[in-house]
């Protein structure tokens, strides 16, 4: 069964930084292209940022400039450091695993990133 282990949520002010970390299996992490959703409360979930196995990453136009994702290969970890984090980036940030051929799509079980004062 593939896994994808979230951390590194929780409550920060405006203006401050946080960095979630999901881990998973070396197959997984070595083919698929990993990426990092949200879903804020009464909104769809969106894209943050994705990267794919050969390490380019892609960002929503929300988030270029403040975040960035990256991947650890001796630790099969991707991460997502978040910087300049305002109100608006309040929401449960999900790690995905995604492969096209075969359709193959994973997600974690989500972590809750709070911005307030």
């Known amino acids: 069964q593939v896994q994808l282990v979230e951390s590194g949520g929780g409550l920060v002010q405006p203006g401050g930084s946080l960095r979630l970390s999901c881990a998973t299996s070396r197959s997984i992490f070595t083919y698929y292209r990993m990426g990092w959703y949200r879903q804020a409360p009464g909104k769809q979930r969106e894209l943050v940022a994705t990267?794919?196995?050969?390490?380019?990453?892609n960002y929503a136009d929300s988030v270029r400039g403040r975040f960035t994702i990256s991947r650890d290969s001796p630790k099969n970890t991707v991460y997502l450091q978040m910087n300049s984090l305002k109100p608006d980036d309040t929401a449960v940030y999900y790690c995905n695993a995604y492969l096209g051929s075969p359709p193959s799509d994973y997600w974690g079980q989500g972590t809750q990133v709070t911005v307030s004062s």
């Open positions: 990267i794919t196995d050969s390490g380019i990453p």
